[in-house]
Structure formats: structure tokens, C-alpha cells
């Protein structure tokens, strides 16, 4: 067996680069995924965090102990292997590790083996053990996608000059809503935790133009669907000057910017989660835009065809049904803008022609992943903004700040939010929000 100095003399890669270093002897740190055995071969198959690899241990090429070592290996046991990387056209990745040495890091015990096998496990298991669920491939494919569609929106903002302003988190008052709010305990103040970064990054806009933030934001969702969780991190860009037609291209060079970069740089991974690539490759500038009144129409004419149960009533907002319904339509994301007022947030510009209506915009992911983005034209009236205020219930000193920035050089300005993993969801093809951030937070689901 090679010794410990040896062994350090060998490159260590990550098991991703492999490739680089064919015909070299180098060294992997990182776990056993899984492993065979057939007669005086073992097959392990090791994984770093950037990918998997087979190695290959034949009892006449390696020490006794080195055999026996590897034949011993649980799976998630702790490794440093050391090995000839040889390209094998019918491996997986392409290479094949010939291994020659191991280090048992940590040995996990018979006794108590890992708890995720191979065979199916039931989503509250996986979820009650999602510190260990997050290793396996599937799962690691969509930390990264995740972490790509992160790296691609602050691209997106920074090519656009953008400036990054981080709003607070304790806030004292409500944003979208008083039935979602998260009340905490502040000192002798009652604050809640917020559920969007908007009003904050609005007097940020005023201070730089253009900004944007990306942070946690909570909402205390009560009913248990596929597309909600209580905390999610959501990304907000705010423009001074811009009005809804200008937000409106915003939102579709921003989704089509992260749908190409990720799939420039993540298709392996989309490909692993067995994603149908063509769906997001059609996903490019212009997205259809129709107003509420053609979506209501659309609607309507689908109960007409039994496609949809209930008919739907001008005023209502969307269900889920009905955003899935009208998705279908397109096969690309698809913008529904002017909301009628009443279902929308109390912050938004009238539309002059038809004051009933909102100037604001929903997009909606293709393929039934419904709602990703929201955004509207901002409120740019005092008078108006306090008797928005008012009729909706809201704490008036809680928004004096707010609404001096309709006193100080009040401009129309624009922003939407995206909460990303409903975007993470769509890209990577998930029946459920609940595998796309480490750790969900839902109505149930507070642990680990
Ligand atoms: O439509 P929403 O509520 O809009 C706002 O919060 C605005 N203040 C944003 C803005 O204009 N700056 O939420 C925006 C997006 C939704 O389209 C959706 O993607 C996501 O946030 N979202 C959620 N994602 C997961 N779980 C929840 N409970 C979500 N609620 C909203
Ligand atoms: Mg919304």
C-alpha cells in the first residue's frame, strides 16, 4: 500500500474534471455512493458533489488491505481514494477510476446504515431526513440548477448597472396583505417578518435609480399546494421611470436570460432530471401578453368546451386550474396584465383609461408551474396612495416613510418580484416546491 506522503504527491480533482487528467493517477475526496462486487472485482462508485464516478478494484492489482478496505466500504462512508483515471466510452461520465489506494475518512456503521437507499421512500421520510436526502444526485442536480438560476440574475442585473440594496427582513407592517403576515415579538413592538423586499426597495430606486434585492421573504400560508411555502427567497428589481410596458419587457429578457443561461451551463443536470429540453429551449423574447379581459375570455370559452369546471366571472383572480388552463395556451411564458384593482395589492397605479383596473402584470411559467412573476406600475399620487391605505385597513404611521417618497420627487417607477423556486421548480421540471431549496419551510414542515 502507498504511503501517506506518496499519495499526497497526486493532484487532487474534483471528480467533474476527471476528464482532464486521463492516463494520470489522482486523488478523490468525498463518499461512497454505492458499490458492487463480482468475484475478485468491486465496483464503488464514488461521488464528490460535483458528480459521480466508478472506480474499479481488482483484488490482484491492489494490497490485501486496500481490497478488503473497499469491500467493507457502507454506503456514505467517508473516502480519499487514489486511482489511474482511464476513459471508458460505456462509464457513465466517460472515465473509469482504477483505483489503488483508500482512505477511510469515517466508516458509517453496519448497525445503523444510511437511511436513503436505493428503493422508494415515502416524501415524508425523505423529508424528515432531508439533511441526508440532499446528497443523492437527483437532489444535488437541483441545488445546482438552483444555484445557477442565482448566478444568472445577478448577471442579468450587473450587464444592466443595477445596484443590489438589501431590504429589511423585520418590518412593521404588512406589504402583500394582513392574512399571510409572520408576527414577531420586538422588544415592546409587535414587527413581522417581510413578505416582500418592495416598499423598501422603492425608496432605494428613488436613491439610485435602478436597484434590485434578493433575500428570504415569509408568508403564512396556510393551505398546503404544491407551488407555496411559508419562507422563499425572492428576487425584486425596482426602476425609477419605468412604466408597465417597460416592466413588462424587463420581466421577459430577465426569465429568457435565465432559462438560456442555465441551460448553457446546467444541461447536464436538466438532463439528469430527465427535463424535457426542448420546452425551455422555446422559451425566448416575445412572450404573449394579453390582458385580464382576454384571459377571462379565455377562460370562459374553456367551460364552454368542458375543459374547465366552474365558469369563471370577471373580477375574481386566477385559481390555479385556471392559470394551468391558460398556459396551455402558449408555449412559452405567457404575461396577463391589468388585474382588476380589487384582487391586487393596495399599491398600485390605476390604469388612467379604466381606474378599475391595476397597472400591473403576472407571468406565468408554461407547462401548469403557473405564477413566477408579479410586478406593477407603483402608486405615484399621495392623495390616492392614503386612501388606499386607508380602505385597506393598513397602519397609517407604519407608512408615513412610504409615503413621503410621494412627497419628495414622486416619479412612476416599476418593479415586479420573482420567487425563485417557483422558477426553479419550472426549470428543472418538479411536481413540487418542496425540492427546490435546501430546507422547505411549510405549513408543516418545520424540521430539520
Ligand atoms: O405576487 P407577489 O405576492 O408580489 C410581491 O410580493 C410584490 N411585492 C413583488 C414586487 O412587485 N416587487 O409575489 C411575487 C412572486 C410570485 O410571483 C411568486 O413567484 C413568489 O413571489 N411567491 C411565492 N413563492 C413561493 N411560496 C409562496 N408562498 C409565494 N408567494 C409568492
Ligand atoms: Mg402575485
Excluded at 472485482?41 to 464514488?46: E, M, R
Excluded at 444510511?114 to 436526502?133: N, Q, S
Excluded at 425596482?238 to 413588462?248: N, T
Aim: aromatic share 10%; hydrophobic share 40%.
Amino acid at each position: 500500500m502507498s504511503t501517506q506522503a506518496q499519495i499526497s504527491n497526486f493532484p487532487v480533482v474534483r471528480i467533474d474534471a476527471i476528464g482532464r487528467h486521463s492516463g494520470e493517477i489522482v486523488t478523490l475526496r468525498g463518499w461512497l455512493y454505492n458499490k458492487r462486487e463480482s468475484g475478485k472485482l468491486l465496483f464503488p462508485i464514488f461521488r464528490d458533489g460535483s458528480g459521480l464516478v466508478q472506480g474499479v478494484v481488482a483484488k490482484s492489482a491492489v494490497a490485501p488491505e486496500v481490497f478488503e478496505a473497499v469491500k467493507a466500504l457502507t454506503d456514505e462512508s467517508s473516502v480519499i481514494v487514489t486511482g489511474k483515471v482511464r476513459a471508458d466510452q460505456r462509464a457513465p461520465g466517460g472515465y473509469e477510476l482504477d483505483v489503488q489506494h483508500v482512505e477511510v475518512v469515517q466508516r458509517v456503521a453496519e448497525n445503523d446504515p444510511f437511511p436513503i437507499t436505493r428503493k422508494e421512500h415515502g416524501v415524508d421520510f425523505l423529508m424528515e431526513h432531508r439533511h441526508l436526502w440532499l446528497r443523492t444526485p437527483r437532489q444535488a442536480a437541483i441545488l445546482r440548477v438552483r444555484s445557477e438560476i442565482e448566478k444568472a440574475m445577478h448577471d442579468f442585473f450587473d450587464a444592466r448597472d443595477f445596484i443590489r440594496t438589501d431590504p429589511p427582513i423585520l418590518t412593521p407592517a404588512a406589504c402583500e396583505g394582513t392574512s399571510t403576515l409572520f408576527p414577531v415579538e420586538y422588544f415592546d413592538e409587535q414587527a413581522f417578518l417581510t413578505q416582500s423586499g418592495q416598499l423598501y426597495i422603492e425608496a432605494t430606486a428613488m436613491a439610485l435609480g435602478r436597484v434590485y434585492s434578493f433575500g428570504p421573504t415569509f408568508r403564512a400560508e396556510k393551505s398546503k399546494t404544491r407551488r407555496h411555502l411559508t419562507e422563499f427567497w425572492m428576487v425584486e428589481p425596482e426602476v425609477a421611470y419605468l412604466e408597465l410596458d417597460g416592466l413588462m419587457d424587463l420581466a421577459e429578457e430577465f426569465i429568457s436570460h435565465i432559462v438560456a443561461q442555465v441551460l448553457a451551463r446546467r444541461r447536464t443536470d436538466l438532463e439528469a432530471l430527465g427535463r424535457e429540453i426542448a420546452r425551455l429551449e422555446a422559451v425566448k423574447p416575445p412572450f404573449p401578453r394579453i390582458s385580464y379581459d382576454q384571459a377571462v375570455g379565455l377562460l370562459q370559452e374553456g367551460h364552454a368546451k368542458g375543459a374547465l369546471e366552474a365558469r369563471f366571472e370577471w373580477g375574481g383572480d386566477f385559481g390555479s386550474p385556471d392559470e394551468t388552463y391558460i398556459s396551455a395556451q402558449f408555449d412559452r411564458p405567457v404575461i396577463i396584465h391589468r388585474y382588476p384593482a380589487q384582487v391586487k395589492a393596495f399599491y398600485m397605479e390605476p390604469d388612467p383609461r379604466r381606474p378599475e383596473l391595476a397597472l400591473c402584470c403576472d407571468v406565468l411559467a408554461p407547462e401548469g408551474y403557473g405564477e413566477i412573476i408579479g410586478g406593477s406600475q407603483r402608486m405615484a399620487s399621495y392623495e390616492l396612495l392614503v386612501q388606499r391605505i386607508r380602505e385597506h385597513n393598513l397602519p397609517m404611521e407604519a407608512f408615513q416613510w412610504y409615503l413621503d417618497l410621494r412627497k419628495y420627487g414622486s416619479v412612476p417607477h416599476s418593479g415586479f418580484g420573482m420567487g425563485i423556486e417557483r422558477a426553479v421548480a419550472w426549470l428543472c421540471g418538479l411536481e413540487h416546491v418542496r425540492e427546490t431549496i435546501p430546507f422547505a419551510r411549510m405549513l408543516y414542515r418545520l424540521y430539520p
